[in-house]
């Protein structure tokens, strides 16, 4: 038996009032009237220049090279996670996020050939807003932000911190600074073309749920929490 469990029935002692205030839902999307014309902005932009550059890259590179590409920015995650498995005192994560980066980037020819999943050093996937997440830190408003597109505050927040803390920042060369950021937008753009397929409805809230149901998976390690244990469980929504 829970926690949750043992209090339950103090809960039921309380007024009514104040049940139905703890069972009202957050909005998860307070700033809507503002996101919605951002969402259109980036809809605009993506439609008529990144797409158009994303199908090109996928109709030109052949699938090995396709494959490359994403294992060299993957092993560039396998960084920032290793050192944010750290902050959060997932030493484990840490050790393997550290040594899928340091395998990879010689074995693998800086990350070009993933060696470390043979070799049974699994990925393991994290961020700074799941970081800040475990810190307890709540997700904040849902966000669409310029050119980057959905976030919450949590993990915009996140975002901001990874950047400053990966690999690319810190190379003095600017031209190939801004080279591997450009792949890396496009690439990862590219990845997503089959995805479109299963947009439906009104494309901004498809768009934001969508993202916030990936945060809150993702900062929940993969457990997925239903409607039916809110006495068992405290719900966390993502970033």
Do not use: C
């Not at 996670?81 to 997932?90: P, T």
């Not at 043979?118 to 310029?146: E, N, S």
């Not at 915009?156 to 600017?174: A, E, L, R």
């Amino acid at each position: 038996m829970t926690l949750a469990r043992l209090f339950l029935p103090l809960l039921l002692m309380l007024p009514l009032s104040s049940v139905s205030a703890l069972e009202e839902p957050v909005d998860p999307d307070p700033l809507e009237k503002l996101n919605r014309p951002l969402f259109a902005l980036n809809d605009t932009l993506d439609r008529f220049l990144l797409r158009p550059v994303a199908q090109g890259y996928d109709f030109v590179m052949p699938v090995p090279a396709k494959r490359g590409v994403g294992n060299f920015f993957a092993n560039l995650y396998d960084f920032n996670s290793g050192l944010n498995a750290v902050l959060q005192g997932r030493f484990e994560g840490a050790a393997q996020g550290g040594g899928r980066f340091l395998v990879n980037s010689t074995l693998g020819l800086l990350g070009l050939f993933d060696v470390a999943t043979p070799m049974g050093i699994r990925p393991y996937r994290t961020d700074f807003g799941h970081t800040l997440a475990i810190w307890g830190v709540p997700p904040g408003p849902y966000l669409m932000v310029p050119l980057f597109g959905p976030r919450t505050f949590r993990s915009g927040t996140g975002t901001i911190f990874d950047t400053y803390t990966s690999v690319p920042t810190y190379i003095d060369n600017v031209p190939l600074r801004n080279s591997i950021w450009g792949l890396e937008l496009i690439d990862g753009r590219a990845r997503l073309l089959d995805a479109e397929e299963l947009m439906s409805g009104d494309r901004y809230i498809f768009v934001r749920d969508a993202y916030l149901q990936q945060r809150q998976y993702f900062v929940n390690d993969g457990v997925v929490e239903d409607n039916f244990s809110d006495f068992d469980d405290a719900w966390e929504e993502e970033f």
